[in-house]
Every structure is written in C-alpha cells, then in structure tokens.
C-alpha cells in the first residue's frame, strides 16, 4: 500500500482495533470508546475485511489476538501515537480552557499522600482536565507505558522501556509510623521488638528494612503483609504495631490521621521517586505541561529530562 491507498483507511477502525487489543473484551472496548457493542462488533468486521484476518479468537469473554494481529500492533501504536502528536502541534494548548483527559499511573504511597495536593492545584489552574489514575508499582509501570495505557507514571522505576525518559522526583525518605502514646523515639531494641506492618502490593513482608537490620546482625518481627497504604491508620490505632513508610505519607497520616512519624533508629535506603513517560508523548504540548505540572508540586530539582539507555 502507498500513500495515496491511505485515503480509503478509516482511521476510527484503528483506534478500535487499538482499544479491543488493550482491553481484550468488546464491552470494555465499547465502553472505553464511548460506543455500544454493536458498533465495535460491526467495526471488528470492517478490520477483519481490511486486513484478511480474523484477528481476534474469541475465547470465553477475552478476545485473543492472532499473530497477524500481534503484528498490526506492534507496527500500529507507534504510527498512531506519531499522528496524535502532529495533531497536537498544530493546536495550542491552554491548560486553563482545556477539557482535555490524560491516563495516569501512580503508585499507592502517591496516590494516597501527595494526588489529593495535586488534585487541589490542578483545579486551580485546569478546571475541565479529567485525570485517569491508574495503579502502578515499579512492575507494572513498563507495561503499561509500553501499550500506552497510560502516558506518564510516578513510581519507584526500574527497568523501562529504552525509548522512555525518566526524571528523579524527590528521595523517598522512610520513617517509622506508629500510633501508640508511648514517650520519646524508640531505639533499636524497640524497633526490633516491636510487631511490624508491611505495604506491599505483591504480598512481600521482606524489604529494605529488613536487609539494613541484617547488616547489624538484628531483626525484626514482620506480623503483617497489606496492600495499600490507606489500611495503616485503622490498623495501627490502639496497638503497638508500627511501620515504615514514605517521609510524605508519614507526614499526610500524622496530619490527617493522628498518627506520629518518627525517624527509624537505623539508617535506611531511600530510594528516588521518579516519573517516567513515553518516549512518544515526549514533544507532545499537552504531555509537557503535564509533566511540568507535575514537577512543579512533586520535585524538588529543576527538571531534566533524560532519555534511557537500553536495560
């Protein structure tokens, strides 16, 4: 095909096909879309024509892509994210009147202390943008970058896409949370006798403390493993359990929850909070407001982006 046969291409079929291969389900393609299943159905028939393929294996209620399908994306995504892009740089951007919607991903920690500041300011100075969340932690985050689920996530990072850039947000320094009334800090002893809580989304109850506390031949007592951060506060209320947790959300549950953030009495790794973003939405204008939105409520360094070499 050459560039003139793209006259008869439409290009709403391919954002259908896009969608359905995301999704993997018409109902949830359909409601993404904004179109009834019908008209998904009848699109798939149009596509099945347009390329001479069935597609999409209809598997229970998960649509399985073909091969022919497969590849179709994985030529599609790029040449679709190229012609949003080119689209937007004809058009200006006003944060102010735009009704634009961005997708997201923020992991549990952000989502929980730092999106309610952020939701604050962003009705301030863009009352009609939607924002999407979607949940990361630094395991999902390539994947859905890659598949463009989402444009941009704040998370611990590690591994992404070569074609990703990636800027450090602020250190995430651990303190120690507690809620009983016990006075003074408590020390190692305490720390170590003391019952844990963990937060992690995979179910881990091993973690940096642990690996810091073995370097002193110590070792604490792990009593509880929970997914989200937002469990802590009922949790810890009138008992002895405490845990570790990002400086910013010891700080939100001490002001909000009345709870007490303390330093831990050994010294722990603090890793870097980062966001990192598709290679493709890189130039986009609305992407690079975003993500200076986001710098400028988040970071604690001038922003800098730099793209990534391959892992």
């Known amino acids: 095909m050459n560039r003139n046969d793209l006259r008869r291409a439409d290009i709403n079929l391919l954002i259908v096909f896009e969608t359905v291969m995301r999704e993997r389900n018409v109902t949830r393609a359909g409601e993404r879309l904004f179109l009834c299943q019908a008209t998904i159905s009848t699109a798939l028939g149009r596509l099945r024509s347009m390329f001479n393929d069935p597609l999409f294996i209809r598997t229970g209620r998960v649509m399985e892509p073909t091969a022919r399908a497969e590849e179709i994306h994985a030529r599609l995504t790029p040449a679709l994210d190229g012609i949003a892009i080119a689209l937007s740089c004809a058009q200006t951007f006003d944060p102010l009147t735009s009704d634009e919607t961005f997708h997201i991903g923020l992991s549990d920690d952000v989502e929980y202390a730092l999106l309610p500041r952020l939701i604050k300011h962003l009705r301030d100075e863009a009352p009609n943008i939607t924002l999407v969340v979607r949940r990361v932690d630094h395991r999902q985050l390539p994947q859905l970058l890659t598949s463009g689920e989402i444009s941009v996530g704040i998370s ?17 320094h651990p303190m120690l949370l507690r809620a009983d009334s016990d006075p003074g800090a408590l020390d190692l002893d305490d720390f170590c006798r003391r019952p844990h809580v963990v937060v992690s989304s995979m179910g881990n109850v091993i973690d940096d403390a642990d690996h810091a506390l073995s370097l002193v031949g110590r070792q604490r007592r792990v009593v509880l493993a929970v997914p989200q951060f937002s469990a802590l506060p009922g949790l810890l209320a009138g008992s002895d359990m405490i845990a570790i947790v990002p400086d910013y959300v010891a700080r939100a549950m001490e002001r909000m ?11 722990l790794p603090a890793p870097d909070l980062s966001m990192a973003w598709r290679g493709a939405a890189h130039n986009d204008p609305r992407e690079r407001w975003l993500r200076s939105y986001f710098c400028r409520y988040l970071s604690q360094h001038q922003e800098q982006s730099v793209p990534l070499a391959v892992a």
């Open 257 to 267: 929850e009345g709870m007490r953030a303390d330093f831990a009495p050994l010294a």
């Open 156 to 172: 611990f990072a590690q591994e992404l896409p070569a074609s990703a850039h990636c800027k450090s947000l602020r250190p995430m």
